[in-house]
């Protein structure tokens, strides 16, 4: 059989598996959390995922399809607050017992449990896997003792993916662990710290003594660092996936757009419209770039390819948000509320604030999710095959190796 047939047969399977769906349950007529769950069970939540865990075996490109159909069918867009499924759901599905799944993946994906990711530490960003929050065995629990850092929207979080330090003996990609932490358990308190958009959308995350379950590690004790890359190059591909627009809209540069046309026809020169040709070609690029990504993905995770879209994103954002204030001069400068808050959601899209909140927020786009400088370490590494950057502590073991 053919590439093309198996292909055509999987949209079938799929076809039929909406119809059938659709026919019994309406999203206009539904609460959001019972339509989620009842998709979920059709394995119509991630197509790609296995069957009973909220998918059909298929090709993840498939999901493009499914989201088409239900959101024609009326129903909503994923609430922005459940981001870290895209990332925590594949983590589990890839390296969690089948226990792990099945207490996790459903309410994740209906939005009854929100995740946040517990990675960064105040000495362990791009080293993430120098960390040095501890997780120390004691009969069926771990007791757990250190800080995390930069944890988006971890104030609403019930589940923290977690990554711990459980053999200090060992070189530092190995001896880490990786765990689902209860945000609300005893010992776990999260601190908000404020950005320059004024919110604080992200926290400090202590824990001491927080005790987690051995039955909620994900993947074997001291392979945390290869749970850890599967939630990494899915957060990469989830930010670089997520701005260049799709086929029918085309992300922030609309937004610039919009605002050159706004402008007095005397005030549209040729120098800004130069300008404003090269970043409309970029974004298509980058348009192209993630439709054909999405095409050429496989089947579950995505590989270090998942970093260009990110990287290009990142960049992008930086120069389009940053044209478009320049093109509305003093305007852009004033009526912007930096008074502190706690955001219930991503803002990442500017919603509110418009352009000079996504001018501020796209600040942090070529930090979050990795920083642009390793992302091109690994494109340079792993895709173009380049030599590597010298690792001096590689093979010390993590307690030997010099920290401040
Ligand atoms: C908005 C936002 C949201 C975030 N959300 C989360 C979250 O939810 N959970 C979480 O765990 N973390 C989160 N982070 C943290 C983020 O992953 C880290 O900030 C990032 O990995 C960089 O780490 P660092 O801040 O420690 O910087 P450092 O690693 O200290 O880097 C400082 C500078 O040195 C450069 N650099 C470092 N190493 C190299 C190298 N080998 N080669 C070249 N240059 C290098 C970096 O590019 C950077 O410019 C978030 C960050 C931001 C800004």
């Given at each position: ?277 090269r970043l409309w070609c970029k974004s298509e690029v980058l348009r192209l770039t993630n439709m054909r990504a999405a095409q050429a993905a496989k089947a579950g995770n995505p590989g270090p390819e998942g970093s260009i879209a990110k990287l290009m994103l990142a960049e992008f954002n930086k120069k389009v948000t940053e044209f478009s204030v320049e093109l509305m001069g003093a305007n852009g400068m004033i009526d912007y509320d930096y008074t502190f808050r706690r955001p219930d959601n991503l803002s990442v899209d500017g919603a509110e604030g418009g352009v000079r909140h996504s001018f501020l927020r796209s600040r942090a786009n070529s930090i979050e999710g990795g920083t642009s400088e390793i992302m091109r370490n690994i494109l340079g590494e792993q895709v173009l095959g380049l030599p590597g950057e010298p690792r001096v502590d590689k093979d010390l ?8």
């Open positions: 059989m053919s590439t093309a047939t198996i292909a055509d047969s999987a949209r079938a399977t799929v076809e039929t598996a909406l119809d059938t769906f659709l026919a019994t349950n309406d999203p206009t007529k539904m609460d959001n959390i019972a339509f989620r769950g009842a998709r979920f069970d059709a394995g119509l939540a991630w197509v790609h995922f296995p069957v009973g865990h909220g998918g059909l075996g298929l090709r993840p490109e498939l999901n493009r399809l499914v989201e088409e159909r239900l959101r024609k069918a009326g129903a909503e867009a994923q609430d922005p607050s459940t981001f870290f499924m895209a990332l925590a759901g594949p983590t589990i599905v890839t390296h969690g017992s089948e226990d792990v799944k099945k207490r996790f993946l459903r309410p994740m994906f209906t939005g009854e449990e929100k995740w946040c990711q517990l990675f960064s530490e105040p000495g362990a960003g791009s080293d993430f896997a120098g960390l040095g929050t501890r997780a120390v065995r004691d009969g069926d629990e771990w007791i757990v003792n250190g800080q995390k850092v930069w944890n988006t929207l971890a104030h609403l979080g019930d589940w923290g993916m977690l990554v711990t330090r459980t053999d200090p003996d060992q070189p530092k990609h190995k001896g880490m662990t990786y765990f689902a932490i209860d945000m609300h358990s005893a010992g776990v308190e999260v601190r908000p710290l404020r950005q320059i958009t004024g919110e604080a959308e992200f926290n400090e995350v202590y824990m001491t003594d927080a005790r987690v379950p051995d039955s909620q590690r994900i993947g074997e004790i001291g392979e945390g660092w290869r749970v850890a890359l599967t939630t990494l190059m899915n957060e990469r591909t989830a930010i670089g996936g997520g701005g260049g627009g799709n086929a029918k809209r085309r992300g922030p540069i609309d937004e610039t757009v919009r605002i050159w046309k706004e402008r007095p026809a005397d005030q549209r020169d040729r120098a800004h419209l130069d300008q404003l040709m073991p993590w307690i030997k190796v010099p920290r401040n």
